[in-house]
């Protein structure tokens, strides 16, 4: 075998193997460079997988919460001055629904009042 066939051979199979790493991955990398997405009040728990630098996630208001007019849920994940990565801090404010109707739950019956009489009090 010449030494132009060989390498034309190890270049195809190279090709085939990365190809083939990549989809047993799912398409995700196996070296995620962002740390995990932290969690935000009153928000459903984010979605954790593989993100890189530039990449970014929307938190959603739990049920019954809408976001705040005037909020952000978006956060990217960025270096910082150090290079560290980190997720930005979004302006997210959950809020109760004002279209969902308001239930408010039946306070309890109070317990009954009694008088109590003393003998001591006739004298």
Known sequence: MDPGSLSVS???MMAFLLGAATLS???KCK???CPRIPSWKLSEPPEQGCYQIEEH????CVEGYTRKVGTSSLTRCRPDEHGDLHWTTPSLQC??????PITTPTPPTPPPITTATSKYLSM
């Open 10 to 12: 190890i270049c195809i």
């Open 25 to 27: 991955s799912g398409g």
């Open 31 to 33: 070296n995620c460079l």
């Open 57 to 60: 996630y929307r938190y959603q």
């Open 95 to 100: 809020i109760p629904d004002p279209n969902r």
